[in-house]
């Protein structure tokens, strides 16, 4: 009940609240009557929304796997699902014919485009294992700055102290 709807009903009880007179025995009673029947009432919209707020956490929770589940559908109709396989390792082949030597040194760097390439997926990792092109200027295995002092560390020919100093 609303608290207009309250004092039209008890116009008495209206007056005690903005006066300082004592009530009667029986404002007292009905009073306190109202009083337990708003608590009532007041836990009853506890116990309603507490309700409301588990059906709220429930509804978010399926909101959220469905959402998963349409995001992973969404991976299933990619259109790079659909390029063939020869397409891919030419795109491939784009994408590692940068100077590739100076931006990562070393065949064994897991971001050197063809390794990288194939740890998306097993049908890019096979496209890429199987692309020649990709690996034929990817020797020496080792980088510039691997073990310095050891014979089978690669050095460009020419390349001076500073040089092999510059690559650390």
Same mark, same amino acid.
């Given at each position: ?19 300082? *007179? ?9 009073? &306190?009557?109202? %009083? ?8 009853? %919209? *506890? ?20 959402? @998963? @589940? ?19 390792? &030419? ?31 097993? %049908?890019?990792?096979?496209? @890429?294992?199987?692309?020649?092109? %990709? ?24 390349? @001076? ?8």
């Amino acid at each position: 009940m609303d608290l207009t709807a309250f004092f039209r009903m008890h116009p008495d009880l209206k007056r005690l609240l903005s006066r300082n *007179d004592p009530p009667t025995d029986v404002q007292i009673r009905e009073a &306190e009557n109202l %009083l337990d029947i708003g608590l009532k009432e007041l836990s009853e %919209l *506890d116990d309603t929304i507490l309700k409301l707020s588990l059906v709220l956490s429930e509804l978010r929770f399926q909101k959220r796997c469905r959402t @998963s @589940s349409l995001s992973a559908l969404k991976g299933v109709l990619a259109p790079i699902r659909r390029v063939p396989p020869e397409t891919l390792g &030419e795109i491939f082949q784009w994408c590692c014919r940068t100077n590739w030597m100076e931006q990562h040194r070393s065949i064994t760097n897991v971001r050197a485009p063809p390794l990288l390439l194939g740890h998306v997926c097993s %049908l890019w990792r096979t496209v @890429s294992q199987n692309t020649p092109r %990709l690996w034929r200027q990817r020797l020496p295995i080792l980088c510039f700055h691997a073990y310095p002092g050891h014979p089978t560390t690669y050095r460009p020919a020419g390349a @001076s102290q500073s040089d092999r100093e510059r690559a650390l």
